[in-house]
């Protein structure tokens, strides 16, 4: 007699769980392979790094890649800088690149790595890194054209973040810092990895 | 073994049919327990996996530098940190010529620099209530060299934060006497 309190339905209960396991697998992004690996220095501070508005730049081993958040922003920075450079886009290769992650080539080679295959854009030196020097700073225009873009879309100013390599030299970092600067952004964030504090 | 061929039907006597009803109510307790855990693993791995960052303002840049005026800041207050190559740095307090204390070469961690952060910005905060002005705290001027690397860069802007030193800046121009200081490590 009391057999029958001793097990529940959990049809319903089930239900309910593997609904909210499938919410979560698919909003959960799967983790692309970064296309220039670095090893980040730790800090103890926690702030999180904004999902949205956001682009990133990467560097490490001498090279920069950059990287764009929102595929909207991203179909529009490529115009802009389509339209700087004299390079026409076609609707195909926006939506390319707007799944792609960060890039490091210049302008003229975007073509071709957006019709490569993906597993073929991490080979190394298929992406030699966006060149940043003054007579063909490419950086700066990717920097420049994504706030407009970002503005556009989001009517959001962009944030930028730096991640940089913890072996690289300051000098590289701070390449980097005076391109930002000179375009009068003098806030920014530093990826860094977590560590607790020592007592 | 009885339950393998209920398939065909009720060809068999009444108890057959009480092993098929209770053969239509599955247990689902592990299903459940499985799904959980799955959940559980989604929800953390989708909100821990962003990564960490750290603020950093820096000051205008003024492209003339004619325009650029002197800040007048209290020696007494500053404390000049030179980041040397192999994750190494010097400081010194006040100016290089007359220097408070220092210059000393001074590790990264917490019996190192931040031991000495500590007390130093103690000292300042009692100099400047001594001078009227108690919200007068100590001003920390990193200097990174061409050599150091950005870990060292990140790791003194951690103790920045640690330490809560409330004006910092980093400052890219070296003077021949820390040139020199920084070459004899």
Not at chain 1, 9 to 32: E, P, S
Not at chain 1, 159 to 178: L, N, R, S, T
Not at chain 2, 165 to 180: C, G, L, M, R, S
């Amino acid at each position: 007699m009391t057999k029958k309190a001793a097990s529940i339905d959990m049809t319903a209960m089930c239900d309910v769980a593997f609904l909210l396991l499938t919410f979560f697998i698919l909003t959960a992004t799967a983790k692309v392979p970064e296309a220039l690996p670095v090893d980040t220095p730790a800090s103890t501070v926690q702030t999180k790094l904004p999902e949205s508005d956001l682009a990133t730049i990467t560097i490490g081993k001498g090279k920069i890649f950059y990287d764009l958040k929102g595929r909207e922003v991203r179909k529009k920075a490529l115009e802009l800088m389509g339209q700087k450079y004299g390079i026409v886009f076609s609707e195909e290769e926006k939506a390319g690149f707007a799944l792609m992650e960060g890039v490091g080539v210049p302008v003229t080679g975007l073509k071709q790595l957006i019709a490569m295959k993906s597993a073929d854009r991490n080979k190394p030196g298929v992406q030699p890194g966006i060149p940043k020097d003054s007579l063909d700073n490419q950086l700066k225009e990717w920097i420049y054209n994504s706030r407009i873009a970002n503005i556009d879309v989001n009517d959001k100013e962009l944030q930028i973040a730096i991640k940089g390599d913890a072996k690289e030299e300051y000098p590289a970092i701070k390449e980097v810092m005076d391109i930002l600067q000179d375009q009068k952004i003098n806030s920014f964030n530093l990826v860094t990895g977590f560590r607790k504090i020592e007592k | 073994m009885a339950e393998l061929n209920t398939g065909d039907g009720d060809g068999g006597k009444g108890g057959k049919v009480r092993s098929k009803k209770q053969n239509s109510k599955v247990d689902l307790t592990a299903m459940v327990d499985l799904a959980f855990l799955l959940i559980t693993f989604f929800m953390l791995t989708t909100t821990l996996s962003k990564p960490q960052s750290m603020d950093l303002g820096l000051p205008d840049k003024e492209d003339d530098k004619t325009k650029d005026k002197p800040i007048k800041v209290d020696e007494n207050r500053t404390m000049t940190i030179l980041l040397a190559d192999n994750d190494k740095m010097v400081y010194y307090m006040g100016l290089l010529a007359t220097p408070i204390a220092g210059p000393k070469d001074i590790a990264f961690g917490k019996d190192g620099i931040r031991k000495e952060l500590l007390s130093r910005k103690k000292s300042v905060l009692a100099y400047s209530a001594g001078l009227g002005k108690p919200k007068n705290g100590i001003i920390v001027i990193i200097k990174p060299s061409k050599k150091s690397n950005y870990r060292n860069l990140v790791d003194i802007l951690d103790e920045m934060a640690i330490a809560d030193v409330p004006t910092y800046a980093i400052v890219n121009d070296f003077t021949p006497e820390e040139q020199k200081l920084l070459e004899g490590k």
